[in-house]
């Protein structure tokens, strides 16, 4: 009897067809995230400074800018944030605020563009069946999309959520009900307020039917249009009254300290480029479509969509970040190109796929990190990169360099300073010893001696070899009346230090005068 297992029974591609959609769309989603991540990987070694100042930190990085004060604001929501970069987030309510009314840790508000993430992926997947019914196409499109600058900045940049915009934006250009539309405006400007200036691409895509429903008359996308605006009516009137009124000038202080354009046009082009990369040729084509198709309204379309691309570049510094708000123009040009030629989209598509996992991706900044430079690229790099970068870290990210700060503030006499920089360094590293001594000489000298003696007494243990630290320690402990254990402390230097260590002599010299310190002491 014949087998009826084939080569073909192992291949991917049957193995999608034969796949539940539902399993399609939600193995879709995790698959393509995961797979992203490896390839552009967060720079996690960054996040153990969370809630670090960043005027204390030596270079000011994305990782770490936004969530600080986004900390702040999850613990008072309705507090004002005085930075000119993150002062947006004044309105950007709907997260804060649920987070804190549940009392959530910051740990999972930190994790929750994570959560959109895998929620937009999905939506993506699910709206791509829809339209295609195709799993391969699904399955690569989903790729795709995790592979643009929106899912970079949600999983590497924390308190980033352009997740959440992004899975508003794609309701918004492909949902059939008027109640999801809705409700998606509704919410939507609350967690970024972008989602009011994409609204006009989110029609212009609409009006393309790339959904795969029937081609709209202007009946129904005037009635999508309406569902859309009364659902950011009560942002737009609580936010214009608040500018009026002068309760709150958040875009007004904003716009008065920016230019229109934040750089040069080559320099915006870069940053558009790395917004999507290779996915500009989905975008391409349903733009394409749109040309194509003479109407009037089909141009209309393409005017809405090119000035909602045109006004996200200029009202930001991070380019490749705001490039993104293309998202849901890609996935038109998707279901457009499979809807013209199914068989060529399904074999050029994960080679575009295959493309933007292999080419170098980078966050595109229009300001200057340094005079030498006309923009700031950080490169995203793959999983074994960082973890080799965690190893050994950049000057603003490494706890040595912060300890040796701290130790010339301490020379200088700027007290204040150096217990910053030192519990920085532990905050980047809290096994790291030599910051954790130096910290506790200056508590004691200060007057918080449990506390000092306390962390001399865990640096030692971490690492018995801080010969000078045990010195240091011997005299606290004379200070303090141990005269016992300050002999033991500088005995136990001689012993342990090498023989050309550079304060032998002092130590000897504490040595004879404790021992007969010791001995002129009373018995217990």
């Known amino acids: 009897m014949a087998s009826s297992v084939t080569p073909e029974s192992f291949s991917l591609h049957h193995l999608l067809r034969r796949c539940p959609p539902r ?69 950007r309510l709907w997260w804060p605020v649920v987070a804190h009314d549940l ?24 709206f791509i069946w829809r339209a295609t019914a195709d799993a391969a196409t699904t399955a690569a499109a989903t790729m795709l999309a995790a592979t643009l600058s929106w899912f970079f900045v949600s999983t590497g940049w924390l308190a980033y959520f352009d997740s959440w915009l992004m899975l508003g934006l794609v309701l918004a250009s492909f949902s059939s009900s008027r109640r999801i539309l809705f409700g998606a405006a509704l919410l939507a400007p609350w967690i970024d307020e972008r989602f009011i200036l994409a609204l006009p691409l989110c029609l212009g895509v609409r009006s393309l039917a790339a959904d795969g429903a029937t081609p709209r008359d202007p009946r129904t996308l005037w009635g999508d249009a309406g569902a859309l605006l009364a659902g950011i009516a009560p942002y737009v009137a609580v936010r214009l009254g608040a500018e009026l009124t002068h309760a709150r000038t958040t ?78 123009v890609l996935v038109a040009g998707i279901i457009l190109a499979w809807q013209a030629q199914p068989d060529l989209t399904a074999r050029v598509l994960p080679l575009i796929c295959l493309g933007n996992l292999l080419l170098p991706a980078a966050h595109i900044i229009a300001k200057p990190a340094n005079d030498d430079e006309t923009y700031h690229r950080a490169p995203i790099l793959y999983a074994y990169a960082e973890f080799d970068r965690a190893q050994l870290q950049p000057v603003f990210a490494n706890p040595a360099a912060y300890n040796s700060l701290g130790l010339d503030a301490f020379r200088a006499g700027d007290q204040t300073r150096a217990l910053t920089l030192f519990n920085i360094a532990l905050q980047f590293d809290p096994g790291f010893a030599k910051a954790r001594a130096n910290r506790g000489l200056l508590l004691f000298v200060t007057g ?31 200070q303090l009346g141990d005269v016992a254990g300050a002999l033991a402390d500088v005995r136990d230097a001689l012993r342990r230090a090498p023989p050309d260590w550079p304060r032998r002599h002092e130590a000897a010299e504490s040595e004879r005068a404790l021992a007969a310190k010791a001995a002129l002491a009373p018995p217990h």
């Open 103 to 126: 009392h959530l840790p910051a740990g999972v508000y930190l994790a929750l563009p994570h959560l959109g993430c895998a929620l937009t992926l999905a939506s993506t997947a699910f």
């Open 251 to 328: 875009s007004s202080s904003y716009w008065a300290q920016r230019s229109l354009l934040p750089a040069s046009p080559v320099v915006m082009l870069i940053g558009a480029w790395h917004g999507l990369r290779l996915g500009w040729i989905a975008v391409a084509v349903g733009l394409g479509v749109t040309f194509r198709d003479r109407r009037a309204g089909r141009w209309l379309a393409a005017a809405a969509i090119f000035a909602s691309l045109a006004v996200n570049l200029c009202i930001a510094d991070d380019l490749s970040r705001s490039a993104s708000i293309a998202f849901p």
């Open 23 to 91: 399993a399609l769309i939600g193995g879709s989603a995790i698959v393509s995230g995961l797979v992203s991540i490896f390839f552009f990987f967060p720079r996690f070694w960054l996040w153990r400074g969370i809630g670090i100042a960043p005027t204390d930190l030596l270079s000011i990085e994305p990782e770490l800018h936004r969530a600080f004060f986004s900390l702040q604001q999850l613990q008072n929501p309705w507090q004002r944030i005085d930075d000119v970069t993150n002062r947006v987030i004044e309105w």
């Open 448 to 478: 918080h001696r449990p506390e000092g003696m306390a962390d001399l007494d865990q640096a030692l243990r971490e690492r018995p070899a801080l010969d000078d630290a045990r010195l240091e320690r011997a005299g606290f402990r004379e």
